[in-house]
């Protein structure tokens, strides 16, 4: 990656301000318009002399039948419009001032709101047994979020980077090079690249405990497998997911290999407990196996540590498990899970970019978090150790993308590259500018949550016995009647 100095603290910054723009046929799972919010560019910053645009997908999760959908679960924030704000204010990738990513400071940019919980695949509707109408519908979102912006001037861009955090990272990866053909059917002259933050699933995870050698060795399969092959079967299939797509037509070619090579194979391993069918699962869903198939220039941004997936990986079995940021491991257990997941992470990117189309970037920081391009942690969280020591998501972006610019004739200039956090702190936090854990809060969370379990059982154990004394008196009124007569 092109030499870059570290980018001043962004003491200066300040939040950009996007407003509401309503779309006119695609909607939102209850039926609703879907939205986006735009801010035009500034004077400024160029990508071989045309304007920068900035094209966010959020992130929020997913859901795959009548019950994850339901409104007690999803909430109406993320499945319907009608509460959405007319303006929103957004940071990290969007902020402006002194500090910004110099390509990034005065671009156009646009976030487009979620509410398909599809991981902006959908391309569906279904009736749930009350005879209520549900619309999977991502796909059409970003077709007609992209028309709207190709009016707006996004047509004479020199650069068009497409975002997203958790499930719109996962949304722009299965969609990128789709997006990409969009982008250029309308922008001719745009250079299209994309920007994956917390998007790089993992389907299972392996622990081993080492004595004389290897003594035991366990896989731990994350629930999102199920859920993955879910919610696939019930999303529909996007037109715009080119490598999702290849993925599968690969996968369907190689399914006896792909499945011999699973990790529980390999290793001749035991799984771990609540593990369900190990063969029976969408691999294309997970970043190993997608990531081969993607043709457009991406940098992928992990946390090491992601508390999204350790929760995944290991609340089938846990008795009292509490995941967020509040939470994290707790048994010797939990800590030999999250250990295994630092492992396949690091492992699988790093793989990722070996051999890998040009500008393949990474930048995996070793912090318990999820998402940080939306926040200030996209500017403090810093690499301590190895390649790359010092540079942010922000230093890493603006590198990237500088070296993007300097591409001459098709000719790649730099390798793609993997920044990845070497220092071993023995702790989730190893990386410098980690949101500190709070342990207080952890605590009471834990203490609230035990009071709530403790006193949900004296309030049932008290019905029960309040049960069995009525049932007790019910016999002796009918005797003491009898011998009455």
């Known amino acids: 990656m092109a030499s870059v100095p570290l980018a001043a603290a962004a003491t200066s910054l300040r939040a950009l301000t996007l407003d509401r723009v309503d779309l006119s046929e695609a909607v939102c799972n209850d039926g609703s318009p879907a939205a986006l919010y735009f801010a035009p560019p500034l004077p400024g910053a ?37 509460s959405w704000p007319q303006q929103l204010r957004k940071e990290g990738l969007f902020a402006r001032g002194p500090g910004a990513s110099p390509q990034l400071a005065s671009a156009a940019h646009a976030f487009i709101a979620y509410c398909s ?11 749930w047994s009350d005879g209520r109408p549900w619309h999977f519908r991502g796909a059409q979102i970003l077709a007609e979020s992209l028309a709207i912006l190709l009016r707006k001037g996004m047509s004479q861009a020199g650069l068009v980077l497409i975002s997203g955090c958790s499930a719109g990272g996962r949304g722009m990866l299965y969609n990128l090079d789709g997006l990409c053909d969009l982008v250029r059917s309308g922008a001719p002259h745009a250079t299209c690249a994309g920007l994956g933050d917390a998007a790089w699933w993992l389907d299972s995870v392996e622990t081993r405990v080492w004595g004389d050698g290897p003594i035991n060795a366990t896989v731990w399969e994350s629930s999102l497998r199920g859920d993955g092959a879910r919610g696939s079967r019930i999303w529909g299939s996007s037109t715009l997911a080119q490598p999702y797509s290849r993925c599968q037509a690969f996968e369907a070619e190689q399914v006896e290999a792909s499945w011999r090579q699973l990790p529980e194979f390999r290793a001749k391993a035991e799984l771990g407990m609540g593990s369900p069918n190990i063969s029976n699962f969408d691999r294309c869903l997970f970043g190993p196996s997608l990531s081969r198939h993607i043709r457009t220039p991406l ?37 030999w899970v999250a250990e295994a997941l630092r492992n396949g992470l690091e492992e699988s990117l790093s793989r990722h970019v070996q051999g890998a189309a040009p500008f393949q970037q990474v930048f995996a920081t070793a912090c318990y978090g999820h998402c940080i391009s939306e926040d200030e942690l996209y500017y403090s969280i810093r690499l301590r150790e ?12 603006t590198a990237w993308l500088a070296s993007l610019e300097g591409q001459q004739d098709g000719k790649t200039l730099v390798p793609s590259t993997a920044l990845i956090e070497q220092y071993k702190c023995g702790a989730l ?11 207080w809060a952890i605590l009471l969370t834990a203490v609230l949550l035990f009071v709530f379990v403790f006193c949900s059982i004296c309030v049932v154990g008290r019905c029960v016995l309040n049960a069995c004394r009525k049932e007790q008196r019910e016999p002796d009124g009918n005797v003491q009647l009898l011998r009455g007569h």
Not at 54 to 67: A, N
Not at 71 to 82: K, V
Not at 430 to 439: F, V
């Open 46 to 82: 160029r990508f071989k002399g045309r304007a920068v645009w900035h094209v966010h997908l959020e992130g929020g999760g997913y859901c795959v039948d009548e019950d994850s959908c339901s409104p007690t679960e999803r909430g109406s924030a993320i499945t319907s419009s009608t």
């Open 386 to 397: 190895g390649p790359g020591a010092g540079l942010s998501l922000n230093d890493t972006v």
């Open 117 to 127: 919980s599809d991981s902006w695949l959908g391309n569906s509707s279904v009736h």
């Open 299 to 335: 940098l992928l941004s992990m946390q090491l540590n992601d508390h999204f997936q350790l929760e995944y990986l290991v609340h089938g079995y846990h008795y009292m498990y509490i995941g967020g940021p509040l939470g994290g491991p707790v048994s010797r257990q939990d800590k």
């Open 429 to 439: 936090n190893c990386s410098s500018g980690c949101p500190e854990r709070k342990l």
